[in-house]
C-alpha cells in the first residue's frame, strides 16, 4: 500500500503488486539446479521421443540376432582378436623403441639429430594414419623386390609403429623434462659418461613418469590396428573390423559389426581404468 500526496489535505492511495525476486537475486549454486534439471528433462524427452519411434523387433533382429553372432564363435576370439592383439603389440613396440630414439635425439645437442627428430615428429604427426599404410603398401613399386619381413604383420607393425612413434617421442621429451636436472648433474659429478647417465638414470624416471599416457597410447593404436585392413590380409590375418565387416556381408546383417566394437571395448575399457588409476597414483604422490 503506497500513499500519493496530489494536493494539500487530499490523499490518493494505490496498490502495487509485490514483486518477485529476479533472477540476479538467484544464488549461483541455485541457478545450476535449475539449468541442470532442465538438461535432465530434455534429455529424457529425447530418449521417450526416439525409444517411441524406433522399430524394436527390427533393431533385435538386425542388431541383435543371437544365431548371427553364434556363427562367427570361435573364430572372433581364434582368429580376429588374437591379431589385433598381435598387430597392436608389435607395433608398440616399433613405436616405443623409435619414439624413444627420436626423444633423445631431439633432446641432443648435435643440430642435426635435432633438426632430423623435429622433422620426422612433425610429418607423422601431420599425416593421416591411412595414408602411412597406403604408403607402406606402395612400398614395392617405389623399391622393386623390398618385402617387409614378416609380411602383413610386419607391414602392419611398421604402420603403426612409424605412427605412434612420433606420439611417444613427444611423450618421452616430456617425461625426460620432468626429472630433475640435479639427478643428471650428480651422476656426472660421479664420472659417469652422458650417454650412460641417460640411459641408466634418466631414462628409467621419465618412462615411470609417462607410463600413464604410453597406456592411453596403447588404446588408440589398438583402434588404429583396424587400419590394417588396408595391406590386403587374407581370412587368416584379419582383425577385428575386418572380420566383423566380412561377416556382415555374408549374412546380410549389422550384428557382426555390433560384436566386434563390443569386444574392442573388452579391452580398450579396462585399459582406459588402468590408465586413468595410474594418473591418479601420480597425482597422490606429488
Known amino acids: 500500500m503506497v500513499r500519493h500526496r496530489a494536493e494539500p489535505g487530499r490523499v490518493i492511495v494505490s496498490e502495487q503488486p509485490t514483486t518477485l525476486p529476479s533472477r540476479k ?3 549461483p549454486r541455485k541457478r545450476q539446479r535449475i539449468g541442470r534439471g532442465a538438461q535432465y528433462t530434455l534429455l529424457i524427452v529425447v530418449a521417450v521421443v526416439l525409444a517411441s519411434l524406433a522399430d524394436w523387433g527390427a533393431i533385435r533382429q538386425s542388431f541383435f540376432n543371437t544365431q548371427v553372432a553364434a556363427d562367427g564363435l570361435p573364430r572372433l576370439f581364434t582368429v580376429a582378436l588374437k591379431n589385433t592383439v598381435i598387430y597392436t603389440i608389435s607395433g608398440y613396440v616399433v613405436g616405443f623403441a623409435l619414439g ?8 641432443s645437442s648435435v643440430a642435426p639429430y635435432r633438426w632430423t627428430a623435429s622433422t620426422y615428429i612433425e610429418i607423422f604427426r601431420g599425416l593421416p594414419a591411412l595414408v602411412i599404410f597406403l604408403m607402406i603398401g606402395s612400398l614395392p613399386l617405389a623399391f622393386p623386390g623390398l618385402q617387409v619381413p614378416g609380411g602383413v604383420y610386419g607391414q602392419a607393425a611398421l604402420g603403426l609403429g612409424l605412427v605412434s612413434a612420433a606420439y611417444m617421442a613427444e611423450t618421452f621429451r616430456a617425461g625426460l623434462q620432468a626429472v630433475p636436472k640435479g639427478q643428471m648433474e650428480a651422476a656426472r659429478s660421479l664420472g659417469m659418461p652422458h650417454m650412460r647417465a641417460m640411459v641408466s638414470i634418466i631414462v628409467p624416471q621419465a618412462v615411470r613418469i609417462v607410463i600413464p599416457p604410453l597406456t592411453n597410447e596403447l588404446v588408440l593404436l589398438f583402434k588404429d590396428s583396424s587400419l590394417v585392413l588396408f595391406l590386403g590380409v587374407t581370412a587368416a590375418q584379419v582383425e577385428l573390423a575386418k572380420f566383423g565387416n566380412d561377416q556382415a556381408s555374408t549374412f546380410a546383417s549389422p550384428t557382426p559389426i555390433l560384436v566386434s566394437g563390443l569386444t574392442y571395448l573388452l579391452i ?16 597422490g604422490k606429488r
Request: hydrophobic share 50%.
Open 268 to 283: 580398450t575399457i579396462p585399459l582406459g581404468y588402468v590408465a586413468r588409476r595410474l594418473e591418479s597414483r601420480q597425482r
Open 25 to 27: 537475486a538467484w544464488s
Open 100 to 107: 624413444m630414439l627420436l626423444a633423445l635425439m631431439r633432446q
